[in-house]
């Protein structure tokens, strides 16, 4: 039988998905506020559905599966505020639903690891905020929901080498700071793999097998491009905007061990360098 995903919020993971799916015969929506996006939606063969213009009665007729990769905000999933009566209604015929949330929804573990089972104890707003729009997403009776925990996303047109080349790159140095990050396409086969044997109710950490010092990364990508590494500005003293400054609010490293074991995932990128080379390589 034809699948037919729709995808709310169709950006960069999204259309990751969408580049694996459409291949194999499935149908794929998604969701887009912009007229211009719609048409470079079209060209990837997504079919555009204008948010809050376009009438979703006949797509949510034919759908079969459910991605939700719009952010929340201060008043909740914006995906819900629309269509929640819709996906309440749909949510038995469903064989599948992904929401993408953040490993921002753990906080602060100054460096420590945290898996699927640790509290969710969210020190920015950001965090909060997918905190509750996870628990909306849960309250829908029926609905086959599986939650996406992302780290720091990575990948073609967002690596760390134009800000290296064009010398805007920073190293700033925040002790016991690391980040865990995830290349997309792994993103992309993780999401694939969860709709090959879906498991409703399941949580997955999604991140690679190296938590690393931001720092790190930007002096590796210089290595490989052979230009000279940033110099090391101290977190205290550095200059940098409030959402800037907000990303070093919490420091932890992810276990990713359930997408292994549950997944059958092998990850294409298991470290920032194994990335890195891989889109210098692409280039």
């Not at 912009?34 to 759908?63: K, Y």
């Not at 097998?209 to 990364?217: G, I």
């Not at 090391?232 to 905007?241: K, R, Y």
Request: proline content about 7%; hydrophobic content about 40%; overall charge negative.
């Amino acid at each position: 039988m034809a699948k037919t995903l729709i995808s709310f919020g169709h950006g960069y993971s999204a259309s990751a998905l969408a580049k694996l799916l459409i291949p194999l015969g499935w149908t794929v929506y998604g969701t887009t506020r912009s007229a211009d996006r719609a048409e470079s939606l079209a060209r990837t063969g997504v079919i555009p559905v204008l948010w809050e213009q376009d009438n979703m009665d006949s797509v949510f007729a034919q759908a079969s599966h459910l991605l939700i990769a719009a952010g929340p905000d201060a008043e909740g999933d914006p995906t819900l505020r629309l269509y929640r009566d819709q996906i309440t209604t749909l949510a038995p015929q469903l064989e599948w639903a992904g929401y993408l949330s953040t490993t921002g929804v753990y906080g602060d573990h100054q460096g420590g690891w945290v898996d699927e089972n640790t509290p969710l104890t969210p020190s920015t707003r950001r965090g909060q905020w997918r905190v509750a729009a996870e628990s909306e997403w849960r309250s829908i009776p029926n609905l086959p929901l599986h939650i996406f925990r992302l780290a720091g996303i990575y990948g073609p047109g967002r690596g760390p080498f134009a800000k290296v080349r064009n010398g805007t790159a920073r190293r700033i140095i925040k002790e016991n700071q690391v980040f865990s990050r995830i290349h997309v396409d792994d993103i992309a086969q993780i999401l694939l793999a969860s709709i090959t044997r879906p498991n409703p109710g399941a949580v997955y950490n999604v991140c690679d097998d190296l938590a690393a010092p931001p720092e790190d990364v930007i002096a590796h990508a210089a290595d490989l491009l052979g230009l000279p590494i940033p110099l090391a500005e101290p977190f205290e003293s550095a200059d940098m905007t409030p959402m800037a400054r907000s990303f070093y609010a919490e420091s932890k490293r992810v276990r990713n061990d359930r997408i292994k074991q549950d997944l059958g995932v092998t990850l294409k990128y298991p470290d920032y360098r194994a990335g890195l080379a891989a889109l210098l390589g692409a280039e």
